[in-house]
C-alpha cells in the first residue's frame, strides 16, 4: 500500500462533516475514493416492512419508503453484506411518529437521528410495524449512501510576485475551496474568497499542489466521516486485489 498523508483542516462535533487535505495521491485516486465513498461503503437501510397496524391516511409503501431513508447506525465490520437487523415501531394517535420510536433488535443500529418524523397520527389512529434493514452498498440503492456530499478539488498554493501598478485595475481574484501560504493551510472563507482581501496591492500566482487534494465530506450520520474514508479506501483496495487476481489466471 502506498503512503499518503491526511491532515484534517476542520470537523463538525458529531463528526458527521469535515474538511481535510490528501497529498501523495493521483487525480485517479482521489476520485476513485469519492466515488467510494458515495456508492462503494455499505450501510444499513429499511427494505422490508411487516404491517401489523396501519390505520393512518398513508398507505403502508408511503411510510416504508419514509422509514427506508431514515439513516441507521452502522459500525464497520460487523455485519455482512446481506445480513438484517429488526426494528419495530408502535406508536398510537393522537402523536407523531418519530425516527427515535424505531426500537432495534441490535444496540449497535439506531437511527442516526431521532427527530425525523414518519407520520401525524390523529386519535384512534395506530402505526405498528416490523421493519428489516438490510446491509448494502449505494451502487444498488441511493439509500444506502453514507457519503452524502463528497467532493474535492486541488489544494493551491499562493505565491506573491509582485506590487501592482499605480494604475493596473484591482479586480476580484475570486479562488475557493483552501489554499497553503508559507505551509499553512487557509480555508478561502476565511477572507471572503477574494485573494485581494488576503493580499490588498499584491500580485500573486495561483498554482495547483502536485498530489494534493482537499475534501469535502458529509456522512448521513450512519458512520464517522473517519469511517466513511478507510472504508472507501478499503474497498479500492479490496477491488484492486480482484482484479489482480483475475488478471493472473
Known amino acids: 500500500m502506498s503512503e499518503f498523508d491526511v491532515?484534517?483542516?476542520?470537523?463538525?462535533?458529531?463528526?458527521?462533516?469535515?474538511?481535510?487535505?490528501?497529498?501523495?495521491?493521483?487525480?485517479?485516486?482521489?476520485?476513485?475514493?469519492?466515488?467510494?465513498?458515495?456508492?462503494?461503503?455499505?450501510?444499513?437501510?429499511?427494505?422490508?416492512?411487516?404491517?401489523?397496524?396501519?390505520?393512518?391516511?398513508?398507505?403502508?409503501?408511503?411510510?416504508?419508503l419514509r422509514l427506508g431513508l431514515v439513516p441507521l447506525t452502522t459500525p464497520p465490520g460487523e455485519f455482512e453484506a446481506g445480513e438484517t437487523v429488526t426494528l419495530a415501531l408502535d406508536v398510537e394517535g393522537p402523536a407523531t411518529a418519530y425516527s427515535g420510536d424505531l426500537v432495534s433488535a441490535d444496540d449497535l443500529v439506531k437511527p442516526a437521528d431521532e427527530n425525523v418524523p414518519i407520520i401525524d397520527l390523529k386519535?384512534?389512529?395506530?402505526?405498528?410495524?416490523?421493519?428489516?434493514?438490510?446491509?448494502?452498498?449505494?451502487?444498488?440503492?441511493?439509500?444506502?449512501?453514507?457519503?452524502?456530499?463528497?467532493?474535492?478539488?486541488?489544494?493551491?498554493?499562493?505565491?506573491?510576485?509582485?506590487?501592482?501598478?499605480?494604475?493596473?485595475?484591482?479586480?476580484?481574484?475570486?479562488?475557493?475551496?483552501?489554499?497553503?501560504?508559507?505551509?499553512?493551510?487557509?480555508?478561502?472563507?476565511?477572507?471572503?474568497?477574494?485573494?485581494?482581501?488576503?493580499?490588498p496591492g499584491k500580485e500573486v500566482r495561483v498554482e495547483d499542489v502536485p498530489g494534493a487534494f482537499v475534501f469535502d465530506v458529509e456522512t448521513d450520520g450512519s458512520m464517522s466521516v473517519d469511517d466513511l474514508v478507510l472504508e472507501a479506501v478499503d474497498s479500492l483496495y479490496a477491488r484492486a486485489d480482484e482484479l489482480e487476481e483475475a488478471v493472473q489466471l
Open 7 to 64: 491532515e484534517f483542516i476542520d470537523r463538525s462535533e458529531d463528526d458527521r462533516d469535515a474538511r481535510f487535505v490528501v497529498r501523495g495521491v493521483t487525480p485517479a485516486f482521489a476520485n476513485g475514493i469519492r466515488r467510494a465513498m458515495v456508492a462503494d461503503v455499505p450501510t444499513l437501510s429499511i427494505d422490508t416492512l411487516r404491517v401489523i397496524e396501519n390505520s393512518s391516511v398513508m398507505f403502508d409503501e408511503m411510510i416504508g
Open 123 to 199: 386519535e384512534n389512529q395506530r402505526l405498528e410495524l416490523e421493519a428489516e434493514a438490510v446491509l448494502d452498498r449505494g451502487k444498488t440503492h441511493a439509500k444506502h449512501q453514507g457519503g452524502v456530499a463528497v467532493g474535492y478539488r486541488h489544494l493551491q498554493t499562493v505565491e506573491v510576485v509582485g506590487d501592482l501598478g499605480e494604475f493596473e485595475d484591482d479586480e476580484p481574484q475570486i479562488i475557493r475551496g483552501v489554499i497553503e501560504d508559507d505551509g499553512e493551510l487557509v480555508p478561502t472563507e476565511e477572507f471572503g474568497n477574494d485573494l485581494r482581501n488576503r493580499y
